[in-house]
T-cell receptor
Framework: DVKVTQSSRYLVKRTGEKVFLECVQDMDHENMFWYRQDPGLGLRLIYFSYDVKMKEKGDIPEGYSVSREKKERFSLILESASTNQTSMYLC????????????FGDGTRLSIL | AQSVTQLGSHVSVSEGALVLLRCNYSSSVPPYLFWYVQYPNQGLQLLLKYTTGATLVKGINGFEAEFKKSETSFHLTKPSAHMSDAAEYFCAVSNSNSGYALNFGKGTSLLVTP
């Protein structure tokens, strides 16, 4: 089974802090994704990466950046955290093309105070 | 571009009753369709998927979905609801032109009552 591990289940940070969310997958998948999930809005794509050091903006990239230095690890960075970034963050990985399913981690519930 | 509409943000059924969760999609080319389930405080788990071939797709936990091109639908069903089915369900769509993007519906929360 594919295992996608997010480093923290719950995280509390302060406004203006730089925040790092880490995600690791163990199945050698080329593609990795970061979503945020908010009630009534479903899942919205922030960034994705289709190879090491490659990244593409999703639907809501503002205020976020990403890093993929190794194939198995994909990091989401909040450059200067704000209260409207309080949310559930989900990481996913996927092998191959768009007919393949994405595999999700358990999520990080981030609160910005 | 492709998109998904899930009709009903909340659905309530009695234990043992039929579960029907509705999903309609739009896609300019043949779609790839997915249903995911999310239990409280967990990530999303794949229930089933349709890419090509047989239009009736069986998934885990007794769920199935039927791809109906004429109706642009991919509704999720289960003959008999169990208390453990209470969760959030997401329909998602992609296609060969969408690259890696998976477009999700806003989700349907399923409540199962005794």
């Amino acid at each position: 089974d594919v295992k996608v591990t997010q480093s923290s289940r719950y995280l509390v940070k302060r406004t203006g802090e730089k925040v790092f969310l880490e995600c690791v997958q163990d199945m050698d998948h080329e593609n990795m994704f970061w979503y945020r999930q908010d009630p009534g809005l479903g899942l919205r794509l922030i960034y994705f990466s289709y190879d090491v050091k490659m990244k593409e903006k999703g639907d809501i990239p503002e205020g976020y950046s990403v890093s993929r230095e190794k194939k198995e690890r994909f990091s989401l960075i909040l450059e200067s955290a704000s209260t409207n970034q309080t949310s559930m963050y989900l990481c996913a990985s996927m092998k191959g093309g768009s007919n393949q399913p994405q595999h999700f981690g358990d999520g990080t519930r981030l609160s910005i105070l | 571009a492709q998109s998904v509409t899930q009709l009903g943000s909340h659905v309530s059924v009695s234990e043992g009753a039929l579960v029907l969760l509705r999903c309609n999609y739009s896609s300019s080319v043949p779609p790839y369709l997915f249903w995911y389930v999310q239990y409280p405080n967990q990530g999303l788990q794949l229930l089933l998927k349709y890419t090509t071939g047989a239009t009736l797709v069986k998934g885990i936990n007794g769920f199935e979905a039927e791809f109906k091109k004429s109706e642009t639908s991919f509704h999720l069903t289960k003959p008999s609801a169990h208390m453990s089915d209470a969760a959030e369900y997401f329909c998602a769509v992609s296609n060969s032109n969408s690259g890696y993007a998976l477009n999700f519906g806003k989700g349907t929360s399923l409540l199962v009552t005794p």
